[in-house]
């Protein structure tokens, strides 16, 4: 009786350390994971593009304010990317603990972000329940290109690269088939949406998709993966580069956390994704 005691004891204990490293450690840390995708399709005529990914951010809850944020910003400059993607959900709504950040400041640190092709948003579910218009123009009024069921055209060392920008799934209308459908010519498509609910209706033609909206689950555990995912996309689609279906979907962890403060196993990121035909497969976190 007393070793089973023991026993539970020793386990209460490591459950309640683990459930503090998950809400007082691991949301505060910041990882810079960088891949290399190579693409079958992307011609041989573009160079590879370095691409910096940053979803999820939502600016006010715990471990996420201005000042870290500014930090973000300077990790991700630090890595040179040729094009920064932001994937959306820039603000929160109703995370414990959280304290509501407007969208101006959030776009003025943002400004900040320094890549030779810019800088391209689409808008999450949180988004636009707070105001997307008003965040649209926040954005833009610094030189932050919004996208909503639209396309950009980026010229990468003389070639041009197509950024498709797919409206969130929860609260728009997305249209791939629509965006894709008014970009003509064979030069590569990078599609760039919130959720990845929409995978399936991005055209094969894409040469590369980037999502976020899952946070991959906050908690990721092994030969689990995530215990809870948000909206129609299935979990298998919450974290990571995903080859399927002649795609190829890397769904970023995302910086902030939505409703419950709590990160296990899925620290935020910083994803910087080389796209191109003489990348190899290789992963590092740093």
């Known amino acids: ?8 004891a020793l386990g209460c204990a490591i459950g309640l350390a683990v459930g503090l490293y998950g809400v007082f450690v691991e949301p505060g840390r910041l990882v810079v994971r960088s891949i290399n995708v190579e693409v079958a399709t992307w011609p041989r005529s573009h160079r590879p593009l370095r691409i910096a990914f940053l979803t999820d951010l939502h600016v006010g809850a715990p471990h996420i304010d201005l000042a870290r944020l500014k930090e973000v910003v300077r990790r991700t400059n630090a890595a040179k990317p040729d094009l ?4 959306g959900d820039y603000v929160i709504h ?5 304290r509501f950040v407007a969208p101006k400041p959030i776009a003025q640190m943002l400004a900040n972000l320094s890549a030779k092709h810019g800088v391209v948003a689409v808008l999450g579910n949180h988004d636009w329940w707070h105001d997307g218009h008003a965040i649209r123009r926040a954005f833009e009024s610094v030189g932050i290109k919004v996208l909503d069921n639209q396309a950009l055209a980026i010229r990468n060392g003389g070639q041009t690269v197509w950024i498709a920008g797919i409206a969130d799934d929860l609260t728009r209308n997305p249209d791939a088939a629509g965006v894709f459908s008014r970009i003509s010519g064979a030069d590569p498509i990078i599609a760039l949406m919130h959720d990845p609910a929409t995978f399936p209706d991005i055209p ?3 040469a590369m998709i980037f ?8 908690v990721y555990l092994p030969f689990l993966g995530a215990l809870i995912t948000p909206g129609r996309a299935p979990s ?8 399927e279906k002649g795609r190829i979907m890397y769904v970023g962890a995302g910086i902030g956390t939505s409703i419950i403060p709590i990160r296990l196993n899925m620290p935020p990121e910083i994803a910087i994704v080389t796209v191109g035909v003489n990348s190899s497969k290789q992963t590092q976190r740093r």
């Open 211 to 218: 999502a976020g909206h899952m946070h991959g689950g906050q």
């Open 236 to 243: 298998r689609h919450a974290y990571g580069l995903i080859r």
């Open 1 to 8: 009786m007393r070793l089973l005691g023991r026993v539970a």
């Open 204 to 206: 094969k033609r894409a």
């Open 84 to 87: 920064v993607l932001l994937g």
């Open 94 to 98: 109703g995370v414990v603990g959280g």
